[in-house]
């Protein structure tokens, strides 16, 4: 990683700039580690690689000149953000940092220690000052998700600006008629910092570039049907990553490059793991880079993972917005419908996933399912039940994993993960 | 407590004769050190112990012979279930059993370990067949109120049918509509389990009933505002216990008989401790029947508590229902609105919740806040850093504990209590 270059950048972000170029050795050391060393991997990794390379760099001044022209940067943590909206007032949304053990003990100076790495980790990031991304943005997007978001965006509003619109918990009418309104909240906000208005011209553009994005990574995800895996789930799992720091016109055309790769592989039968490679469906939270921990354990263990039934997967690209629509309302309608089939954990009875995890299954011919967990998160560690006995009855095995960003339960999920693989290939 | 008159009750019911005798002799002995042990007690606890005494017993007899003549019987984990939509139909309400670490193990089979003691405990109570408030309803109403519950029910409902309605996380017309709305859901499934209309006279007085009930408890809450305080804590918690499980009108009854002699106490300046004792308020999570650690430790350790911040005490009856409105939507829209007043953590921002704390320290002449969260509750685990630092600047002082319902951390919850008072007698 170039470390030199962006120091005056990261200097006027109020970076710890020691701090910093520590986080950014270790890693580097871990990519390597765990992406550089695969082998046999697509050429169409190259752009990843090199945005993984300057995911501190050159993204960054590229958001810090945006904002030098008066354009909005807009940080979120979940794919109930609508992108669509940013983008149609010239705004740029990105993820902001979490996914590594990072600044911990200031984060559970602020917040129980029983809460999930994910909060405790963006909270920590922000203490320790060592996420550009959060510096750079002008407001970050909250929302009630889980009542661990929900509590902690109170405490982080201190730190930085934070707007928080509610996301409800059940899908009926009056449910979708407050999701719908929030959205048109969130719209006026946006509009006031953006300082023009949203017009049906401007949103419709923008739902025809996420869509786009979105039909690539469905795509890209399409391909691993095959047996075998034309790319590791590690790298597919990096590409969703990436998709929330990329710019989405750049980012979808390299995601379809890399498809053309793919379909070729397929076509001529080549895979990063010879045929028959035991496939594994990784189902539960979501990982934010440079979360690779239990991906690594899996694929290093002499599986592949074929698809992520998660938010950073499947669960974020698998619906498109409707592209009819000609006035902002209209859009606004459809933007809203379309958000609220996601599937998160935190909704109830939310028989939907599990619908969508067996059908997962199937369609990946996964021959066993790792429900991925992080430790204190209620809805996604208590639905587990109901997802095991969904798998169960269509006789697919599932291990259910629950961990966090430290590295100290490695060797113990090694050993959970190579037993579950013996017990799949038997 | 009379064990053997009701074994054939207990028996129709599904319990666990044995364990259940068990628990019931456990409970008797721990009232007994808690409770009967206290000097000074006002005559009028009396009734409460004698309600106490029968709480499986004559309780549960009356609940089986009512749903012998046809009415329902309705069960509860939440002050956001109106019980007045049960009285309005002939029905009767009752919290169910939780406060006790029972069943754990039989819990921890199907919720994750980490997931907080009350949820553990009602569920416990059900898989060990402990609880005949369970066991006589005919349904459960649960309600999205945490994370914790909304997925818990979700399994619940397996055990026990259970019907939940939806509590938004903000006040916006939209969430109060949204809320409305599930009132009248809510309306129409107890309409539908009665075989009775709702009428707006019947509501009415239901209405009535339950105002009464909470300006009860409002007088006896306002009563111990006193120094010296003519009540303990403990007892004043008890009755606050009592109303989820009594019949409304006749715990009214008593509870304004108990304050008239509470009132002739303050007129002669009689206590349960002398004026001076250190007064100690509680805020946070709610504290079911038989959780009564906490109030023990801090009043065996010599202050008395002088009001309770929680769902089981102020933040459930402080608010009226208006009493105007002649249709039922009229009606159903001031119980809404009454409902939404509640300032559980789950809201955000919940500023609410913080000024009524400070304003309640005032009020009662806090010398110290004890905040009590359970643990793994995020939503009072993370609000307790701006309850902290809400009474900072009124130079409140205030103790933060996270526990559960075993009795494992008495020596240590007492080490901390007692420096707590020393700190604030100083």
């Given at each position: ?5 962006y120091t ?45 390379s ?10 810090a ?28 949304a ?36 060592l ?6 943005c ?17 405490l ?11 996301v ?60 075998p895996?034309?790319?590791s ?7 969703n990553?990436?998709?929330f ?12 490059a890399?498809?053309d790769e ?9 895979g990063?793991?010879?045929?028959g490679?035991p496939?594994?469906l ?39 917005v ?6 902002v309302?209209d ?13 998160c ?20 011919a ?11 998160c ?14 169960a ?9 629950e961990?966090?960003?430290?590295m ?13 693989l ?5």
């Amino acid at each position: 990683m170039k470390l030199a270059d962006y120091t005056e950048l990261w200097q006027s972000l109020g970076l710890d700039l020691e701090a910093h170029d520590g986080l950014l050795r270790t890693l580097g050391q871990a990519y390597k580690e765990i992406y550089l060393s695969q082998k046999n991997r697509p050429a169409g990794m190259d752009y990843f690689d090199f945005v993984i390379s300057e995911i501190h760099g050159l993204r960054i001044r590229e958001l810090a000149e945006a904002r030098k022209e008066g354009r909005m940067v807009v940080g979120t943590f979940c794919l109930y953000v609508p992108e669509e909206l940013v983008l149609a007032l010239d705004g740029i949304a990105v993820g902001l940092c979490a996914g590594a053990d990072v600044g911990t003990e200031a984060a559970e100076q602020v917040l129980p220690r029983n809460t999930c790495a994910l909060i405790k980790s963006f909270f920590g990031f922000k203490l320790s000052g060592l996420c550009p991304y959060t510096e750079v943005c002008n407001l970050v997007i909250g929302e009630t998700t889980c009542d661990g978001k929900t509590k902690a965006y109170e405490l982080f509003n201190e730190y930085k600006p934070t707007f928080v619109i509610e996301v409800p918990r059940m899908k009926s009418p009056a449910a979708r008629a407050l999701w719908r309104s929030e959205l048109g909240r969130l719209a006026a906000k946006l509009e006031e910092l953006s300082g023009q208005p949203l017009t049906a011209e401007k949103l419709s553009a923008a739902v025809r570039t996420v869509n786009a994005k979105r039909a690539a990574l469905h795509r890209l995800n399409a391909l691993r049907q095959a047996d075998p895996a034309p790319i590791s789930g590690r790298d597919a799992l990096l590409i969703n990553q990436v998709q929330f720091y990329d710019d989405p016109v750049r980012f979808t055309e390299k995601v379809n490059a890399l498809c053309d790769e793919l379909e070729e592989r397929v076509r001529q039968g080549v895979g990063v793991a010879p045929a028959g490679t035991p496939r594994v469906l990784v189902s539960g939270c979501p990982m934010a880079a440079p979360n690779w921990k239990l991906p690594f354990v899996v694929e290093s263990s002499g599986a592949v993972i074929v698809g992520e039934e998660s938010c950073v997967g499947e669960r974020g690209t698998r619906h498109l917005v409707s592209e009819e629509g000609s006035t902002v309302d209209d859009i606004l309608d459809r933007l809203a419908a379309r958000y609220l089939e996601i599937d998160c954990a935190v909704f109830t009875p939310n028989t939907e996933r599990l619908d969508h995890i067996t059908e997962m299954a199937k369609t990946y011919a996964a021959d066993g399912v790792i429900h991925y967990a992080l430790q204190f998160c209620a809805p996604y560690t208590i639905e587990a039940a109901r997802v095991e006995r969904a798998l169960a009855a269509q006789e697919v095995p599932l291990l259910r994993i629950e961990t966090d960003y430290s590295m100290e339960d490695m060797p113990q999920l090694q050993t959970r993960v190579q037993a579950f693989l013996e017990m799949v290939r038997a």
